[in-house]
């Protein structure tokens, strides 16, 4: 597949599990994104990983885990999660320098019960 | 850091008319403004992008121009279809404390556009 792939699609989780949101992208770029999107604050950024290092963490709450691996897989582990944080989380990528498109993937609805 | 702010947050139009959306943008050394259109249940897609060294760029029915003394801009639509339908996010490149920007984007809080047939 081509683009930006995100695992899985939809996701329901109680407030005591763990799991693991995957993202892949096939462009060749070097920087991935995690964005949480919810009725309230539409587009919030999260994570940056720029060359494989993390270079933001826009205060995110540490139930919230990044891992990125190499320049093409990023991860969001999440662990103890509360219904506050059901949304549909994105993932996109672009080239690390400033003033390139953004793409994403489809996204993982996340619902915690 | 920057901060983006975009007005409107709904617009209803009907088919055939024009739609415009504004943004205002808060760190000046931002160099790089596209727009996303988010289709219900679909990723974001951009549609249109603009540089700080071009006032204004056109594409079809989708124009989007900046100014950049005032900090602000815009996205046109003419001859609005149903299709058209979404909600537009803009966006601006933005740097990080240090001064750098890495790609990073600030996102408006998104305008539902609704164009009736």
């Known amino acids: 597949e081509t683009g930006v792939t995100q695992t899985p699609r939809h996701l329901v989780m109680g407030m005591t599990n763990k799991k693991s949101l995957k993202c892949e992208q096939h462009l060749g770029h070097n920087a991935m994104y995690w964005y949480k999107q919810s009725a309230k604050k539409p587009l919030e950024l999260m994570f940056v990983y720029s060359l494989e290092e993390r270079v933001e963490n826009n205060s995110v709450p540490s139930r919230f885990s990044p891992e990125c691996p190499n320049s093409s897989h990023l991860f969001l582990h999440l662990h103890t999660l509360q219904p506050e944080d059901s949304a549909l989380y994105l993932c996109?990528?672009?080239?690390?320098?400033?003033?390139?498109?953004?793409?994403f993937g489809p996204g993982t609805r996340l619902t915690v019960t | 850091g920057e901060n983006v702010e975009q007005h409107p947050s709904t617009l209803s139009v009907q088919e055939g008319d024009s739609a415009v959306i504004k943004c205002t943008y808060s760190?000046?050394?931002?160099?790089?403004f596209p727009w996303y259109k988010q289709e219900l249940g679909k990723r974001p897609q951009l549609i249109i992008d603009i540089r700080s060294n071009v006032g204004e760029k056109k594409d079809q029915r989708i124009a989007v121009t900046l100014n950049k003394t005032a900090k602000h801009f815009s996205l046109h639509i003419t001859e609005t279809q149903p299709e058209d339908s979404a909600v537009y996010f803009c966006a601006a490149s933005g740097t990080n404390a240090g001064g750098t920007s890495y790609g990073k984007l600030t996102f408006g809080q998104g305008t539902i556009l609704t164009v009736h047939p």
């Open positions: 760190d000046s050394a931002s160099n790089y």
């Open positions: 996109a990528s672009s080239q690390a320098s400033g003033g390139y498109e953004q793409y």
